[in-house]
Protein backbone atom coordinates (compact mmCIF):
# COMPACT_ATOMS: atom_id res chain seq x y z
CA UNK A 1 0.00 0.00 0.00
CA UNK A 2 1.07 3.60 -0.20
CA UNK A 3 -0.61 6.89 0.77
CA UNK A 4 -0.51 10.52 -0.34
CA UNK A 5 -1.71 12.86 2.21
CA UNK A 6 -1.94 16.43 0.93
CA UNK A 7 -2.71 19.74 3.32
CA UNK A 8 -5.16 22.60 1.47
CA UNK A 9 -4.39 25.67 3.53
CA UNK A 10 -7.05 27.19 2.00
CA UNK A 11 -9.15 24.92 0.12
CA UNK A 12 -12.65 25.61 0.91
CA UNK A 13 -14.90 23.58 2.90
CA UNK A 14 -18.16 24.66 1.13
CA UNK A 15 -19.47 23.43 -1.93
CA UNK A 16 -17.57 25.78 -4.60
CA UNK A 17 -17.76 26.94 -8.40
CA UNK A 18 -16.23 23.64 -10.74
CA UNK A 19 -15.35 26.48 -12.94
CA UNK A 20 -13.08 28.61 -10.94
CA UNK A 21 -11.30 25.75 -9.00
CA UNK A 22 -8.37 28.09 -8.02
CA UNK A 23 -10.71 30.58 -6.81
CA UNK A 24 -11.56 27.52 -4.36
CA UNK A 25 -8.96 28.00 -2.37
CA UNK A 26 -6.63 26.35 -5.04
CA UNK A 27 -8.87 23.27 -5.22
CA UNK A 28 -7.22 22.81 -8.57
CA UNK A 29 -3.74 21.56 -6.41
CA UNK A 30 -5.74 19.04 -4.95
CA UNK A 31 -7.60 17.96 -7.74
CA UNK A 32 -4.19 17.42 -9.46
CA UNK A 33 -2.68 15.68 -6.80
CA UNK A 34 -5.72 13.29 -6.63
CA UNK A 35 -5.14 12.52 -10.28
CA UNK A 36 -1.46 11.89 -10.31
CA UNK A 37 -1.87 9.92 -7.21
CA UNK A 38 -4.60 7.20 -8.52
CA UNK A 39 -4.40 7.19 -12.42
CA UNK A 40 -3.03 5.48 -14.67
CA UNK A 41 -3.55 5.72 -18.53
CA UNK A 42 -7.22 4.23 -18.61
CA UNK A 43 -7.27 2.50 -15.10
CA UNK A 44 -6.93 2.88 -11.46
CA UNK A 45 -4.02 2.05 -9.27
CA UNK A 46 -4.53 -0.58 -6.75
CA UNK A 47 -3.68 0.21 -3.21
CA UNK A 48 -3.76 3.94 -3.26
CA UNK A 49 -5.12 6.10 -0.41
CA UNK A 50 -5.42 9.84 -0.74
CA UNK A 51 -6.01 11.63 2.37
CA UNK A 52 -6.94 15.71 1.57
CA UNK A 53 -7.39 17.97 4.19
CA UNK A 54 -9.09 21.10 3.84
CA UNK A 55 -8.07 23.54 5.81
CA UNK A 56 -9.99 27.28 4.38
CA UNK A 57 -13.60 28.86 5.11
CA UNK A 58 -15.99 28.44 6.35
CA UNK A 59 -15.96 25.19 7.98
CA UNK A 60 -12.41 23.86 8.48
CA UNK A 61 -11.57 21.05 9.25
CA UNK A 62 -12.58 18.61 6.76
CA UNK A 63 -10.78 15.76 5.47
CA UNK A 64 -11.67 13.72 2.27
CA UNK A 65 -10.36 10.23 1.74
CA UNK A 66 -10.12 8.60 -1.46
CA UNK A 67 -9.87 4.61 -1.40
CA UNK A 68 -8.42 3.35 -5.10
CA UNK A 69 -9.97 -0.09 -4.89
CA UNK A 70 -13.41 1.25 -4.40
CA UNK A 71 -13.07 4.11 -6.83
CA UNK A 72 -16.04 4.24 -9.06
CA UNK A 73 -16.92 6.91 -12.15
CA UNK A 74 -14.03 9.27 -11.03
CA UNK A 75 -11.67 10.27 -14.52
CA UNK A 76 -8.14 12.16 -14.44
CA UNK A 77 -9.36 15.19 -15.33
CA UNK A 78 -9.97 18.56 -12.62
CA UNK A 79 -13.29 19.04 -13.24
CA UNK A 80 -14.89 15.80 -12.60
CA UNK A 81 -12.27 14.83 -9.89
CA UNK A 82 -13.45 18.57 -8.59
CA UNK A 83 -16.97 17.29 -8.62
CA UNK A 84 -16.39 14.74 -6.08
CA UNK A 85 -14.78 16.71 -3.84
CA UNK A 86 -17.50 19.22 -4.83
CA UNK A 87 -19.76 16.75 -3.47
CA UNK A 88 -18.10 15.55 -0.11
CA UNK A 89 -17.84 19.30 1.40
CA UNK A 90 -21.59 19.61 0.67
CA UNK A 91 -21.66 17.00 3.02
CA UNK A 92 -22.23 17.58 7.28
CA UNK A 93 -18.93 16.34 8.34
CA UNK A 94 -19.30 14.22 11.29
CA UNK A 95 -15.96 12.64 13.36
CA UNK A 96 -16.46 9.43 11.47
CA UNK A 97 -16.10 8.79 7.74
CA UNK A 98 -18.87 8.53 5.89
CA UNK A 99 -19.17 7.77 2.18
CA UNK A 100 -20.13 10.19 -0.28
CA UNK A 101 -19.87 8.20 -3.60
CA UNK A 102 -18.21 4.73 -4.01
CA UNK A 103 -14.41 5.11 -2.57
CA UNK A 104 -14.92 8.56 -1.23
CA UNK A 105 -15.74 9.38 2.03
CA UNK A 106 -15.32 12.65 3.80
CA UNK A 107 -15.27 14.00 7.88
CA UNK A 108 -14.09 16.73 10.19
CA UNK A 109 -10.69 15.21 11.23
CA UNK A 110 -7.63 17.67 12.06
CA UNK A 111 -4.34 16.84 10.85
CA UNK A 112 -3.51 15.25 14.44
CA UNK A 113 -6.24 12.88 14.18
CA UNK A 114 -5.58 11.83 10.75
CA UNK A 115 -2.00 11.48 11.51
CA UNK A 116 -2.86 8.81 14.36
CA UNK A 117 -5.14 6.99 11.92
CA UNK A 118 -2.83 6.60 9.14
CA UNK A 119 -0.22 5.72 11.70
CA UNK A 120 -1.71 2.31 12.25
CA UNK A 121 -1.11 1.14 8.79
CA UNK A 122 1.71 3.47 7.35
CA UNK A 123 5.40 4.71 7.82
CA UNK A 124 4.78 8.11 7.07
CA UNK A 125 7.30 10.82 5.43
CA UNK A 126 7.33 14.03 5.07
CA UNK A 127 8.17 15.90 1.94
CA UNK A 128 9.76 19.01 1.82
CA UNK A 129 12.12 20.64 -0.49
CA UNK A 130 15.15 20.50 1.96
CA UNK A 131 14.85 16.51 3.20
CA UNK A 132 16.61 13.76 2.28
CA UNK A 133 16.56 12.87 -1.59
CA UNK A 134 13.79 10.32 -2.17
CA UNK A 135 16.32 8.06 -4.28
CA UNK A 136 17.92 6.87 -1.71
CA UNK A 137 15.62 6.18 0.72
CA UNK A 138 12.56 4.21 -1.58
CA UNK A 139 14.37 1.19 -1.16
CA UNK A 140 14.17 0.98 2.13
CA UNK A 141 10.28 1.89 2.06
CA UNK A 142 7.19 -0.27 3.68
CA UNK A 143 3.77 1.10 3.13
CA UNK A 144 4.80 4.73 2.95
CA UNK A 145 2.48 7.39 3.20
CA UNK A 146 3.44 10.90 1.79
CA UNK A 147 2.46 14.30 3.31
CA UNK A 148 3.04 17.34 1.76
CA UNK A 149 1.48 20.89 1.04
CA UNK A 150 -0.36 23.54 -2.06
CA UNK A 151 0.64 25.91 -3.38
CA UNK A 152 1.45 27.43 0.59
CA UNK A 153 3.32 24.67 1.80
CA UNK A 154 2.85 23.46 5.34
CA UNK A 155 2.64 26.04 7.91
CA UNK A 156 4.93 25.58 11.09
CA UNK A 157 1.85 24.54 13.47
CA UNK A 158 0.83 21.77 11.32
CA UNK A 159 4.31 20.80 10.41
CA UNK A 160 5.28 20.16 14.19
CA UNK A 161 2.44 17.84 14.09
CA UNK A 162 3.73 15.87 11.02
CA UNK A 163 7.21 15.47 12.40
CA UNK A 164 5.95 13.95 15.54
CA UNK A 165 4.80 11.37 13.53
CA UNK A 166 6.56 11.59 10.64
CA UNK A 167 9.63 8.44 9.76
CA UNK A 168 12.00 10.94 8.13
CA UNK A 169 11.82 14.25 5.88
CA UNK A 170 12.22 13.46 2.30
CA UNK A 171 13.06 15.82 -0.93
CA UNK A 172 12.07 14.91 -4.81
CA UNK A 173 14.27 17.65 -5.83
CA UNK A 174 16.40 20.47 -5.47
CA UNK A 175 13.55 22.22 -7.50
CA UNK A 176 10.36 23.69 -6.22
CA UNK A 177 7.64 21.87 -7.64
CA UNK A 178 4.30 21.98 -7.81
CA UNK A 179 2.65 19.25 -5.25
CA UNK A 180 1.07 17.17 -7.93
CA UNK A 181 4.46 16.65 -9.65
CA UNK A 182 6.08 15.67 -6.21
CA UNK A 183 2.93 12.75 -6.53
CA UNK A 184 3.83 11.88 -9.72
CA UNK A 185 7.45 11.48 -8.83
CA UNK A 186 6.84 9.46 -5.55
CA UNK A 187 4.58 7.05 -7.34
CA UNK A 188 7.48 6.53 -10.52
CA UNK A 189 10.14 6.28 -7.71
CA UNK A 190 7.77 3.61 -5.63
CA UNK A 191 6.80 1.98 -8.95
CA UNK A 192 10.74 1.47 -9.97
CA UNK A 193 11.45 -0.51 -6.70
CA UNK A 194 7.87 -2.07 -7.19
CA UNK A 195 6.44 -1.13 -3.80
CA UNK B 1 16.80 23.90 -23.76
CA UNK B 2 14.23 20.91 -23.91
CA UNK B 3 10.69 20.59 -25.55
CA UNK B 4 7.91 18.61 -25.72
CA UNK B 5 5.46 17.22 -28.68
CA UNK B 6 2.44 15.68 -28.03
CA UNK B 7 0.24 14.35 -30.59
CA UNK B 8 -3.58 15.05 -29.63
CA UNK B 9 -5.28 12.12 -31.68
CA UNK B 10 -9.21 13.61 -31.35
CA UNK B 11 -8.66 16.91 -30.11
CA UNK B 12 -10.59 19.61 -31.42
CA UNK B 13 -8.87 21.95 -34.16
CA UNK B 14 -11.96 24.07 -33.14
CA UNK B 15 -13.32 26.68 -29.89
CA UNK B 16 -14.08 24.14 -27.62
CA UNK B 17 -16.32 24.33 -24.30
CA UNK B 18 -14.12 24.76 -21.33
CA UNK B 19 -16.44 23.20 -18.89
CA UNK B 20 -16.06 20.00 -21.04
CA UNK B 21 -12.30 19.60 -21.82
CA UNK B 22 -12.16 15.93 -22.00
CA UNK B 23 -15.01 16.07 -24.40
CA UNK B 24 -13.49 17.88 -26.72
CA UNK B 25 -11.07 15.05 -28.08
CA UNK B 26 -9.43 14.91 -24.88
CA UNK B 27 -7.88 18.45 -24.22
CA UNK B 28 -7.90 17.88 -20.75
CA UNK B 29 -5.04 15.60 -21.41
CA UNK B 30 -2.80 18.33 -23.45
CA UNK B 31 -3.67 21.00 -21.00
CA UNK B 32 -2.23 18.56 -17.85
CA UNK B 33 0.88 17.90 -20.21
CA UNK B 34 1.39 22.00 -20.79
CA UNK B 35 1.28 22.23 -17.22
CA UNK B 36 3.68 19.62 -16.17
CA UNK B 37 6.01 20.93 -18.83
CA UNK B 38 5.81 24.69 -18.26
CA UNK B 39 5.23 25.38 -14.82
CA UNK B 40 7.05 25.01 -10.79
CA UNK B 41 5.62 25.91 -8.13
CA UNK B 42 4.88 29.69 -8.69
CA UNK B 43 6.86 29.78 -11.11
CA UNK B 44 7.31 28.92 -15.21
CA UNK B 45 10.53 27.01 -16.06
CA UNK B 46 12.93 28.45 -18.70
CA UNK B 47 13.87 27.64 -21.83
CA UNK B 48 10.84 24.66 -22.69
CA UNK B 49 9.03 24.81 -25.78
CA UNK B 50 5.68 22.38 -25.65
CA UNK B 51 4.24 21.66 -28.99
CA UNK B 52 0.79 20.43 -29.56
CA UNK B 53 -0.39 18.47 -32.50
CA UNK B 54 -4.16 18.50 -32.67
CA UNK B 55 -5.22 16.08 -35.12
CA UNK B 56 -9.51 16.08 -34.48
CA UNK B 57 -12.05 17.86 -36.22
CA UNK B 58 -13.31 19.85 -37.83
CA UNK B 59 -9.95 21.21 -39.40
CA UNK B 60 -6.98 19.32 -39.09
CA UNK B 61 -4.20 19.55 -38.67
CA UNK B 62 -3.46 22.70 -36.30
CA UNK B 63 -0.14 23.26 -34.16
CA UNK B 64 0.39 24.87 -31.17
CA UNK B 65 3.49 26.19 -29.87
CA UNK B 66 4.06 27.91 -26.57
CA UNK B 67 7.61 29.23 -25.46
CA UNK B 68 8.01 29.44 -21.89
CA UNK B 69 10.26 32.12 -21.86
CA UNK B 70 7.86 34.14 -23.23
CA UNK B 71 4.87 33.17 -21.62
CA UNK B 72 2.19 36.10 -19.81
CA UNK B 73 -0.94 35.12 -17.85
CA UNK B 74 -0.89 31.10 -17.92
CA UNK B 75 -1.55 29.33 -14.74
CA UNK B 76 -1.47 25.78 -13.93
CA UNK B 77 -5.00 24.86 -14.00
CA UNK B 78 -6.59 22.64 -16.71
CA UNK B 79 -9.35 25.40 -17.28
CA UNK B 80 -6.77 28.33 -17.45
CA UNK B 81 -4.71 26.56 -20.27
CA UNK B 82 -7.70 25.12 -21.93
CA UNK B 83 -8.81 28.99 -22.53
CA UNK B 84 -5.17 29.54 -24.30
CA UNK B 85 -5.65 26.50 -26.32
CA UNK B 86 -9.16 27.40 -27.19
CA UNK B 87 -8.12 30.73 -28.37
CA UNK B 88 -5.05 29.27 -30.73
CA UNK B 89 -7.81 27.18 -32.20
CA UNK B 90 -10.00 30.09 -32.88
CA UNK B 91 -7.84 31.77 -35.22
CA UNK B 92 -7.36 30.67 -39.43
CA UNK B 93 -4.15 28.67 -38.99
CA UNK B 94 -1.72 29.19 -41.78
CA UNK B 95 1.35 27.81 -42.90
CA UNK B 96 4.05 29.94 -40.44
CA UNK B 97 3.36 30.29 -36.28
CA UNK B 98 0.71 33.36 -35.31
CA UNK B 99 1.01 34.31 -31.96
CA UNK B 100 -2.25 34.13 -30.39
CA UNK B 101 -1.13 35.35 -27.25
CA UNK B 102 2.50 36.01 -25.68
CA UNK B 103 4.00 32.80 -26.06
CA UNK B 104 1.74 31.06 -27.77
CA UNK B 105 1.58 30.08 -31.40
CA UNK B 106 -0.65 28.64 -33.78
CA UNK B 107 -0.36 27.27 -37.51
CA UNK B 108 -1.09 24.39 -39.44
CA UNK B 109 1.81 22.21 -39.72
CA UNK B 110 1.58 18.57 -40.27
CA UNK B 111 3.76 16.02 -37.99
CA UNK B 112 6.43 15.66 -40.37
CA UNK B 113 6.32 20.02 -40.75
CA UNK B 114 6.68 20.34 -37.21
CA UNK B 115 9.45 17.58 -37.02
CA UNK B 116 11.50 18.61 -39.71
CA UNK B 117 11.01 22.66 -37.81
CA UNK B 118 12.69 21.04 -34.29
CA UNK B 119 15.11 18.86 -35.24
CA UNK B 120 16.73 21.95 -36.31
CA UNK B 121 17.11 22.91 -32.39
CA UNK B 122 16.71 19.47 -30.95
CA UNK B 123 17.85 16.07 -30.76
CA UNK B 124 14.09 14.44 -30.94
CA UNK B 125 12.99 11.43 -28.68
CA UNK B 126 10.26 9.23 -29.23
CA UNK B 127 8.46 8.05 -25.89
CA UNK B 128 7.00 4.51 -26.06
CA UNK B 129 6.45 1.78 -23.20
CA UNK B 130 9.19 -0.64 -24.45
CA UNK B 131 11.64 1.58 -25.26
CA UNK B 132 15.25 1.79 -23.77
CA UNK B 133 15.08 3.17 -20.16
CA UNK B 134 15.64 7.16 -19.73
CA UNK B 135 17.55 6.82 -16.88
CA UNK B 136 20.12 4.68 -18.61
CA UNK B 137 20.12 7.76 -21.41
CA UNK B 138 19.13 10.91 -19.87
CA UNK B 139 22.90 11.87 -19.19
CA UNK B 140 23.93 11.89 -22.91
CA UNK B 141 21.07 14.49 -23.97
CA UNK B 142 21.98 17.70 -25.10
CA UNK B 143 18.86 20.06 -25.98
CA UNK B 144 16.02 16.94 -26.27
CA UNK B 145 12.63 17.26 -27.23
CA UNK B 146 10.59 14.14 -26.75
CA UNK B 147 7.49 12.98 -28.70
CA UNK B 148 4.68 11.14 -27.29
CA UNK B 149 1.17 10.78 -27.76
CA UNK B 150 -2.43 11.32 -25.55
CA UNK B 151 -4.20 8.51 -24.25
CA UNK B 152 -5.19 6.37 -27.56
CA UNK B 153 -0.86 6.62 -28.18
CA UNK B 154 0.65 7.18 -31.51
CA UNK B 155 -0.87 5.88 -34.71
CA UNK B 156 0.95 3.52 -36.66
CA UNK B 157 1.22 6.20 -40.01
CA UNK B 158 2.67 9.00 -37.66
CA UNK B 159 5.03 6.96 -35.36
CA UNK B 160 6.72 5.73 -39.14
CA UNK B 161 7.43 9.90 -39.31
CA UNK B 162 8.65 10.15 -35.74
CA UNK B 163 10.89 7.17 -36.14
CA UNK B 164 12.56 8.49 -39.40
CA UNK B 165 13.61 11.83 -37.13
CA UNK B 166 14.04 10.45 -33.69
CA UNK B 167 17.57 9.32 -31.85
CA UNK B 168 15.98 6.79 -29.70
CA UNK B 169 13.02 5.45 -28.17
CA UNK B 170 12.68 5.93 -24.33
CA UNK B 171 10.10 4.69 -21.72
CA UNK B 172 9.57 6.38 -18.46
CA UNK B 173 7.91 3.53 -16.91
CA UNK B 174 6.72 -0.34 -17.23
CA UNK B 175 3.68 0.66 -16.61
CA UNK B 176 1.52 2.62 -18.81
CA UNK B 177 1.41 6.05 -17.63
CA UNK B 178 -0.69 9.01 -18.85
CA UNK B 179 0.86 11.73 -21.02
CA UNK B 180 1.26 14.22 -18.10
CA UNK B 181 3.03 12.09 -15.99
CA UNK B 182 5.68 11.33 -18.66
CA UNK B 183 5.99 14.53 -19.20
CA UNK B 184 6.76 15.46 -15.09
CA UNK B 185 9.07 12.10 -15.41
CA UNK B 186 11.23 13.36 -17.89
CA UNK B 187 11.15 16.90 -16.51
CA UNK B 188 12.25 14.77 -13.11
CA UNK B 189 14.88 13.19 -14.55
CA UNK B 190 16.39 15.76 -16.82
CA UNK B 191 16.57 18.32 -13.36
CA UNK B 192 18.66 15.74 -11.72
CA UNK B 193 21.16 15.80 -14.07
CA UNK B 194 21.13 19.70 -14.56
CA UNK B 195 20.13 19.79 -18.68
Redesign the interface.
Known amino acids: MRGFLIVGNEAFTEPFN??D??GAGRM?ILC?CV??AL?????IRKRVEVYLLLLGEPDPPKAIRIISDELRRM??????IGGHLRKAVSFKASKDWMEVNSGVYVARKTLRDLLVEVSESYEIYYLREDGKDIREEVTKMKNPLFVLGD?IGVRRAEEDVILEFSSGVLS????????E?CV??V??EL??TNI
Not at 39 to 43: A, E, G, K
Not at 75 to 80: I, T
Open positions: LSLPDRSQFLSHSSPDERNHVSGLSLMAQAINYDR
